[in-house]
């Protein structure tokens, strides 16, 4: 990391908002390669997306870490030049640490996959839609053949480690 990042996250108390039309407030931190500094917060008292799109440009963010984001949200701010990793769970610290460490897909909110290829961030990516665990009534394990952790669960079920 050789340059200045003002990060924001979309929180809610002490951790990640799940929804980023949810989160109570913007936490800043500058980062750069002598560590994070926090860069001060913004309290979030309307809900309307336009008015927190507005705050995050007004502040000069460069990254923005959120929780789930609607796709017309995320457009707008990619269009401004603002990277955006939504889909991301956690407590601020965990998901600071996870940032600079370049390993906040580990970080993925449970049911979203890492998307090889994506134009905005790499190893991150919408949510799945369809063939995972619970998505079908009735389906149970059977459905979940492609999916792996069916498959640890089906291995385990079946008596293996």
Known sequence: MNEKQLVCLACYEDRLASVFDNADEFRFYQVDEDGICPAGHL??????????TSAILACGVTTLVCGALCGRTER???????AVRPWVR????EVLDAFVRGSIESLAMPGCRAARGDATWPGMGRCRSGNGLGRRRGAGLQGAAGCRAGGVLKKKMNGGN
């Open 90 to 93: 956690g407590g601020v610290e």
């Open 43 to 52: 309290s979030l008292p309307s809900k309307d997306p336009m008015d927190r």
């Open 76 to 82: 707008q701010l990619v269009n401004a030049g603002i």
